[in-house]
């Protein structure tokens, strides 16, 4: 089968030969149609994602769209080791494959269930968001900060403050749910008053998309300014702010603040496929603001090297359908 193949760390896919997938008991074989590049897509690849595999080659992709045998479109994520989502036919337990409501395409289906995922398993099974709280979405300008700022509100949220460096896509947020947005700057006078002022006014759960420094000075402005005895829940989901941060004793001891990660490892399969299912279910049902451009797989390794993140890049694979 054609697939998008890893020889070896580091390296982009090639769109090169690879052994298909035999089934085995409890798994389904599924023509694929359509598989998203997502962060952590890329991170796998790199070597940089600690979900990363460690055996080359191996088919790049964790998630995607296509049908079983008997014909049923369903979206499945992490396929078998060594093989991935971007290629033609995928082997993947029964249990980590999600039936496609319709009114849902196979492309939007592909490329929303990843970053969706990232803020319905984080609000839902990791902060256990109840309805009138507030919510801080750290980094809210790139594709999955732009919807967990539609989804926190969706599940409830009375007021989301968006964070980001770009001031324009910051602006345009509060069309989509942001009630208050906050531009990272490089003052850090500026960026701790900022957050200070936020936390004053009570801020409930934390979306952390960054991490590095604007996420260091979040935690130290809420351990100061934090409405004393409320919890502030940190979910950190991820780092394209940066690996580490150096973080105060006293910011811990000092504060009701609860850390806590949302990814895979930290959400049990079932948490995931569940939020997953959520997470289709309510784009099928509503309109979210989110952009997509399609590539043929065979063009991966140009498409590769030009992704942004934004729009969401989705391969296409055989037949797509709506």
């Keep these: 089968m054609k697939a998008a193949v890893v020889l070896r760390a580091g390296s982009v896919p090639v769109y090169a030969d690879f052994d298909e997938p035999a089934p085995a008991a409890g798994e389904h074989r599924i023509a694929v149609t359509a598989a998203a590049l997502s962060p952590v897509v890329k991170g796998r690849v ?20 296509g ?13 078998r080791a060594p ?16 039936p496609l409501p319709d009114g849902l395409d196979d492309i939007t289906a592909a490329a929303i269930a990843n970053p969706g995922l990232s803020s319905w398993a984080a609000l839902r099974e990791r902060a256990r968001l109840a309805a009138g709280e507030t919510v801080l979405v750290n980094g809210a300008t790139g594709t999955s900060g732009r919807l967990a700022v ?34 990272l700057g490089e003052d ?12 004053a006014g009570r801020v409930d759960v934390v979306l952390d998309y960054l991490w590095g420094r604007s996420a260091e000075r979040l935690l130290i402005a ?19 702010g940066g690996a580490n941060i150096t973080l105060p004793a006293s910011a811990v001891r000092s504060s009701t603040i609860e850390m806590m990660g ?25 309109s979210f603001d989110f952009e997509t451009k399609t590539v043929p797989l065979a063009e991966v390794e140009a498409a590769w090297a030009s992704d942004s993140g934004m729009p969401r890049i989705v391969f296409t694979v055989g037949r797509t359908a709506g």
Excluded: W
């Design 46 to 65: 790199s070597g940089s994602h600690y979900s990363a595999p460690g055996d080359f080659p191996f088919v790049a992709g964790i998630d995607g769209v």
């Design 67 to 79: 049908r079983t045998d008997d014909g049923r479109r369903v979206y499945f994520i992490l396929p």
């Design 83 to 98: 093989y991935g989502s971007m290629a033609e036919i995928a082997a993947v337990p029964a249990s980590q494959c999600v």
């Design 150 to 183: 539609q989804i926190a509100k969706l599940l409830g949220a009375k007021k989301v403050i968006a964070t980001g460096r770009n001031a324009a896509a910051l602006q345009a947020l509060k069309a989509l749910g942001a009630d208050e947005t906050m531009t």
């Design 188 to 199: 850090t006078d500026a960026l701790d008053a900022g957050f200070k002022k936020h936390f």
């Design 222 to 240: 809420g351990a100061k300014a934090g409405p004393e005895g409320i919890p502030i829940r940190f979910v950190q989901v991820g780092n394209s």
């Design 262 to 286: 949302s990814g895979i490892g930290s959400v049990p399969m079932k948490g995931i496929v569940g939020a997953i299912r959520d997470v289709l279910h309510a784009a099928a049902e509503q």
